[in-house]
């Protein structure tokens, strides 16, 4: 059964189609053409790409290293009301053990699907990380980098291990950022006091870019450009941006705009509290308190955010001045050519996965498609 999608403009690669139609059959796209003469009824105002979020530590009440059962599924759901069609659900540093219980749930739910946002593979942030930059790590459960300890997640997660974070200063950073390339695992560099020369021998040796740039690192400075002066002038480096305003000043997020705005994938980092109302939560088993969205530690600082996808998009927009098409693509196609699955998500055309999202033109989310099935909102 061919299902038929019209939109008075319809975002691709190359750029906005207006009054075009999409054709799905059994989950994929199937053509993308104009809408024939005299049909006058749109399905949406802009039919776009549903977002991918790379990095997620939980939300509406839900932590990624909860052992519920449904804690996944409630999840997924969650990330589906604000536009994500795929996630990486993201443990944080915390005893071994919980750790790898993180990674066999996240492989059960790949595996065998559920409702809403596709699950997509395993985000390991952490323990691999220095103390200088932790956030909100507890720096007496880092752990030294071991090859043999690196193929036991890997084996554990059932090989749906996608990305792995650490600091490229590490004794074998190098080493362990190879070894993880040949396996098929993409490396982010963060929560480290890497110098300019350390980040850019970790690009040398394979890493793919820099977890949420400019927190948990070493920052720019005109005689030592540090692991931000890395990822900005690297043509290789991915990087990650949490648009909140609050993480990254505008001007900072303007400036990765300038040097890297086709490598910026725009990520939520969201925590237990997103979609919640203000109160105490709990981050890498610490207790953390939301005011007016914003969650900090004891200590003042960041814990995670409570961002959405969709109101990244939109600050970007806002705040930096960039196209909303542009902004868009840091949500849906750059985060599928970091993790590599371009070829099938990420954008709309014919042959890949008809997962779409309808917004208007204020970029605020109406519907959601995932592989073509339309999602209650």
């Known amino acids: ?219 720019l400075h005109h005689r030592e450009p540090g692991m931000v002066g890395a990822g900005l002038t690297d043509p290789r480096a991915w990087l990650e941006l949490i648009a909140d305003g609050h993480h990254v000043h505008p001007a900072a997020m303007k400036l990765c705009c300038c040097c890297a705005k086709e490598r910026l994938v725009l990520i939520t980092d969201a925590m237990q509290a997103a979609g919640m109302p203000d109160g105490n939560y709990t981050l890498c088993g610490e207790k953390v308190d939301m005011h007016d969205g914003i969650v900090r530690t004891a200590s003042g600082g960041l814990a995670g955010s409570t961002l959405s996808v969709d109101a990244a998009v939109r600050n970007m927009v806002e705040l930096t001045g960039i196209a909303p098409e542009e902004a868009i693509h840091m949500a849906s196609l750059h985060p599928a050519r970091l993790l590599g699955i371009d070829n099938h998500v990420g954008s709309l055309a014919p042959g890949k996965r008809a997962s779409m999202i309808a917004l208007d033109g204020g970029l605020h989310l109406q519907q959601i498609w995932i592989q073509g099935q339309l999602l209650p909102l």
């Open 1 to 219: 059964m061919t299902q038929v999608l019209r939109a008075r403009r319809l975002l691709t690669e190359q750029g906005w189609l207006d009054d075009h139609q999409l054709r799905v059959e059994e989950g994929v796209i199937t053509a993308i053409e104009p809408i024939a003469a005299g049909i006058t009824v749109r399905d949406a105002e802009l039919l776009c790409p549903a977002y991918i979020d790379t990095h997620v530590h939980g939300g509406a009440g839900v932590d990624v290293m909860d052992d519920e059962p449904d804690a996944l599924d409630r999840l997924a759901m969650h990330k589906a009301r604000e536009g994500v069609a795929g996630w990486l659900p993201t443990t944080v540093t915390a005893p071994l053990k919980m750790i790898h219980r993180a990674l066999e749930r996240i492989a059960q739910r790949c595996h065998s699907g559920g409702p809403g946002a596709q699950v997509l593979g395993s985000y390991l942030e952490g323990p691999y990380f220095t103390p200088q930059n932790k956030g909100a790590h507890p720096p007496e459960l880092f752990r030294e980098l071991d090859l043999t300890e690196l193929d036991e997640l890997i084996a554990i997660s059932r090989q749906t291990l996608r990305v792995v974070a650490l600091a490229p200063e590490k004794p074998g950073a190098l080493q362990a950022i190879r070894h993880l390339r040949q396996q098929g695992v993409r490396v982010m560099l963060g929560h480290s006091a890497a110098s300019w020369a350390q980040t850019q021998a970790a690009f040398d040796a394979g890493a793919n870019g820099l977890v949420h740039c400019y927190n948990g690192m070493t920052g």
